[in-house]
């Protein structure tokens, strides 16, 4: 699932990129609620360029999904930009889940207040999931046209067209 996530985040960096918006490509674990890891792949002023390509491709999967709190932290970087339209693209494999959490709706809902939140702020948020079970939970996180289901990563190309559709709207 790494490498679907990783070729999609691919995909989707060289589209924004030959659009030429800004954008920052940033990932994250976590190991419970006192450890989410954040990760800096490509910042808003760097280049789509080799050193990030590498990055990315060294990307390591693990540990959990504590999406609200990474939600947050992206949220504050892009709150920092001056740009008038701001969107936090979540690219993900799957559903909040972490290890210190049994209940699978308290992340669910974490992450739809994060999505909340970020939106008072004037932050959009978008998912694109390549999680074949995601139609039992994303909508509620995200609202009804604020996500894409891939169930298979070699459709992604196909699908980026209407993907910036909603993108953009």
Same mark, same amino acid.
Do not use: W
């Given at each position: ?10 995909l989707v960096?060289?589209?924004i ?5 800004p954008f920052?490509i940033h ?5 419970g609620? /006192?450890?989410v890891q954040y990760?800096r792949f490509?910042?808003?002023?760097q280049?789509?360029d080799?050193d ?18 990474a939600m947050?932290?992206?949220?504050h /970087? ?5 740009e008038? /339209?701001k969107?936090l693209?979540?690219?993900?494999d799957?559903?909040?889940a972490?290890i210190?959490?049994? #209940?699978?709706?308290?992340?669910r809902?974490d992450a739809?207040n994060?999505?909340?939140e ?6 959009s948020?978008?998912?694109l999931?390549?999680?074949p079970e995601? #139609? ?9 046209n604020?996500y894409?289901i891939?169930?298979?990563v ?9 993907l910036?559709?909603n993108?953009?709207?």
């Amino acid at each position: 699932m790494l490498d679907l996530t990783r070729e999609a985040s691919a995909l989707v960096a060289s589209a924004i990129s030959g659009i030429g918006d800004p954008f920052a490509i940033h990932g994250f674990s976590s190991d419970g609620r /006192h450890d989410v890891q954040y990760y800096r792949f490509k910042d808003f002023e760097q280049r789509l360029d080799a050193d990030v390509k590498g990055r990315l491709a060294g990307m390591k999967g693990g540990l959990s999904t504590r999406m609200g709190a990474a939600m947050r932290h992206a949220g504050h /970087h892009l709150s920092q930009r001056s740009e008038q /339209h701001k969107l936090l693209l979540i690219v993900t494999d799957g559903e909040p889940a972490d290890i210190d959490e049994r #209940d699978p709706q308290y992340l669910r809902m974490d992450a739809k207040n994060a999505t909340v939140e970020l939106q008072q702020k004037g932050i959009s948020s978008y998912c694109l999931t390549l999680d074949p079970e995601a #139609d039992l939970y994303v909508s509620r996180i995200f609202g009804a046209n604020n996500y894409t289901i891939i169930d298979q990563v070699e459709r992604l190309p196909e699908k980026l067209p209407s993907l910036f559709a909603n993108l953009t709207r």
